[in-house]
């Protein structure tokens, strides 16, 4: 059981967004599904949608979701980073360059760099999770990785940038070690969704603004992909 969580009003202002998104989401989970498991992905149960900030509550399989889960991770400590630089670093280094138009340009090659690392961090933790399922074996899905990978993490990063993933269904461990690492997976994923939520609070509207611009899925975008 996996939890998408919306909070951001662009997604949960209208009926029309709303329905693109899961529709996004829906092509992304099955395109993920093939890239890591040879058996076809079954149709996405949904199991309900609460309200508050939207929570639509789906059923995947296990092992999707725990790789999903890790997927998400990424952005998020890569996300994180960003924003840790932008709410605190960024401004004391720039003014203390003292109008250093070099040392100037540089930073913000720097920021530029980081904002694009958000998604290209996810891009290539779902090609090395592709190539660890061919090493093992699986006759997965390996035609056009490098375009489907771009598009699993395009939806994953403008996911992240305002809402959440919750991992419901606990794993069953085998062992204590098992144990200890399920454990550990959903753990983490709450302390850099907090930690994420946290620092993004602490930037001001131009700078929420520029993340939205960069990474929000336009609807011609999704129409050529459609097509």
Same mark, same amino acid.
């Given at each position: 059981?996996?939890?998408?969580?919306?909070?951001?009003?662009?997604?949960?202002?209208?009926?029309?967004?709303?329905?693109?998104?899961?529709?996004?989401?829906?092509?992304?989970?099955?395109?993920?599904?093939?890239?890591?498991?040879?058996?076809?992905?079954?149709?996405?149960?949904?199991?309900? #949608?609460?309200?508050? *900030?939207?929570?639509?509550?789906?059923?995947?399989?296990?092992?999707? /979701? #725990?790789?999903?889960?890790?997927?998400?991770?990424?952005?998020?400590?890569?996300?994180?980073?960003?924003?840790?630089?932008?709410?605190?670093?960024?401004?004391?280094?720039?003014? *203390?360059?003292?109008?250093?138009?070099?040392?100037?340009?540089?930073?913000?090659?720097?920021?530029?760099?980081?904002?694009?690392?958000?998604?290209?961090?996810?891009?290539?933790?779902?090609?090395?999770?592709?190539?660890?399922?061919?090493?093992?074996?699986?006759?997965?899905?390996?035609?056009?990785?490098?375009?489907? /990978?771009?598009?699993? *993490?395009?939806?994953?990063?403008?996911? #992240?940038?305002?809402?959440?993933?919750?991992?419901?269904?606990?794993?069953?461990?085998?062992?204590?070690?098992?144990?200890?690492?399920?454990?550990? #997976?959903?753990?983490?994923?709450?302390?850099?969704?907090?930690?994420?939520?946290?620092?993004?609070?602490?930037?001001?509207?131009?700078?929420?603004?520029?993340?939205?611009?960069?990474?929000?899925?336009?609807?011609?975008?999704?129409?050529?992909?459609?097509?």
């Amino acid at each position: 059981m996996v939890s998408l969580v919306f909070k951001d009003l662009k997604t949960t202002g209208s009926l029309l967004e709303f329905s693109r998104v899961l529709n996004r989401w829906n092509r992304t989970l099955l395109i993920y599904h093939t890239l890591l498991k040879p058996e076809p992905p079954k149709e996405i149960a949904l199991e309900e #949608i609460q309200n508050g *900030s939207i929570d639509v509550i789906f059923n995947i399989d296990f092992d999707i /979701a #725990i790789d999903l889960t890790e997927l998400i991770k990424t952005g998020l400590k890569v996300y994180g980073a960003y924003l840790l630089y932008k709410s605190e670093k960024a401004r004391e280094i720039i003014d *203390s360059y003292m109008g250093n138009k070099k040392l100037i340009k540089m930073e913000q090659e720097r920021e530029t760099l980081m904002l694009d690392n958000i998604k290209d961090s996810i891009k290539e933790k779902t090609i090395e999770q592709h190539k660890e399922k061919l090493n093992q074996g699986l006759k997965i899905d390996n035609v056009d990785i490098d375009k489907k /990978a771009d598009e699993i *993490s395009s939806v994953l990063t403008d996911h #992240i940038k305002g809402n959440e993933l919750k991992l419901l269904t606990p794993p069953i461990p085998k062992n204590e070690k098992d144990e200890e690492n399920e454990k550990d #997976i959903s753990t983490e994923l709450r302390k850099e969704t907090s930690i994420v939520r946290e620092r993004f609070k602490k930037l001001n509207t131009k700078e929420k603004q520029l993340l939205l611009d960069k990474y929000t899925i336009k609807d011609e975008e999704e129409d050529k992909k459609g097509k």
